[in-house]
């Protein structure tokens, strides 16, 4: 199974700066996600990270809040900017391995914005 | 309608009991199905896929309904680490993702 590392593990922020998350996978992966958990609440998908172009987001987010890139098929980053006590939230890189057909999730970043 | 619901209980059972969760979803397209489990404060994981003609691990088993659009789980004689919150998942209409329910809580009690 793929084994995921995100940085940092949690942080927090003030309002209206920005946050990079990082996640790194120990294997090279066609698909990365990145989602978002707010307290008491399931996951909700961000965007797709696509390796080599622009990610895909998902309805209510978007580039400008939440750029991400994928520089190769280990690594990608979650940015979110100009932060708000709204972004307060868990925010978890996933993989999905293509050879055990299973997703696989790191352990999470938790945000809280101040 | 939401793509994936859930119970989202919490279900508060006795050590030794059985108990199953159901989840609907509603996209007729959608060919993978899984169960995580999640425990408080750490990342989801995989409990197991779903299969068409249903499949059982230890004392747990899923169940797929396509007719109907749900898909259950059964635990039998639960444990205290059975405490945890179970996610129903299915994928997306495009395919491409994966849609996450909002969970069902689970306390087994002494």
């Known amino acids: 199974s793929a084994v995921i590392s995100q940085k940092p593990s949690r942080d927090i922020c003030q309002r209206g700066t920005s946050l990079t998350i990082q996640c790194q996978v120990d294997s090279q992966v066609t698909m990365m996600f990145w989602y978002r958990q707010q307290p008491g609440q399931s996951l909700t998908l961000i965007a797709t990270a696509n390796q080599g172009s622009e990610a895909t987001y998902e309805s209510g987010f978007v580039i400008d809040k939440f750029p991400i890139s994928r520089p190769n098929l280990t690594f990608s980053t979650l940015t979110v900017s100009n932060m708000s006590p709204e972004d307060s939230s868990i925010y978890l890189c996933?993989?999905?391995?293509?050879?055990?057909?299973?997703?696989?999730f790191g352990p999470g970043t938790r945000l809280t914005v101040t | 309608r939401k793509e994936v619901e859930q119970d989202p209980g919490p279900f508060n059972v006795p050590e030794g009991a059985t108990v199953a969760f159901n989840c609907t979803y509603s996209?007729?397209?959608?060919?993978?199905f899984f169960w995580y489990r999640q425990d408080c404060r750490k990342e989801p994981k995989l409990l197991m896929s779903?299969?068409?003609s249903g499949n059982e691990d230890g004392r747990f088993t899923a169940q797929l309904n396509r007719a109907s659009q749900y898909i259950s789980l059964l635990i039998r004689d639960s444990k205290l680490s059975d405490s945890a919150t179970y996610l129903c998942v299915v994928n997306s209409a495009n395919g491409q993702n994966f849609v996450f329910g909002p969970g069902t809580r689970l306390s087994v009690l002494p």
């Open positions: 779903v299969y068409s």
């Open positions: 996209n007729s397209a959608s060919q993978s």
């Open positions: 996933s993989v999905w391995d293509t050879a055990t057909y299973e997703q696989y």
